[in-house]
């Protein structure tokens, strides 16, 4: 948090972030253990297992994020959250269904393994909102089949957009 807060300082005069201490969830206002990681790389969760270090945090969904910010145009969500993606959709359904941002969301047999979901289940959950998938591959944006997918240790960032 210090970093992005420092980071987000050396830019300068930014008036479009805003940077909230928040586990985003299905729901608002629990409160979850976050497992630091032992090192520095930012892998933080809720499903890591006890690493020696950790800090409860209060939850948010994507949904009551746009009605308390009065979030009016979100174009792009980039989600990287350790396992907690599946949890995230699900608090952000009416966002994707009303707003329709491209979503950047990375899809991680092991974190959604750790978390008690499968990948397939995020895929199928943002197909049904109207979403389909795309990857970067050969230069440019590919689409992408759940067959892909289909390997033990599966992690990319996918690209899902609607297009209506």
Known sequence: MEILTRAVGLVGNINNVTILH??????SDEIVRLFLSEDASGNHSQFLGDTGRSENVATLSLDDFVLRFDAE???VIKM???GAEFLAIEGGKRLLKQKRPVM??????????????????LYEMLCQI???AYWLRDGGIQPFA???????????NLIFRCDL
Not at 104 to 121: P, T
Not at 147 to 156: A, L, P
């Open 80 to 82: 990287d959250i350790e």
């Open 73 to 75: 145009e979100i174009a």
């Open 22 to 27: 928040n586990a985003v969830s299905s729901t």
């Open 130 to 132: 109207g979403y389909r």
């Open 104 to 121: 950047v969301v990375e899809f991680n047999r092991e974190a959604a393994r750790n978390a008690g979901w499968r990948l397939e289940s």
């Open 146 to 156: 759940l067959v892909e997918m289909d390997t033990e240790n599966f992690s990319d």
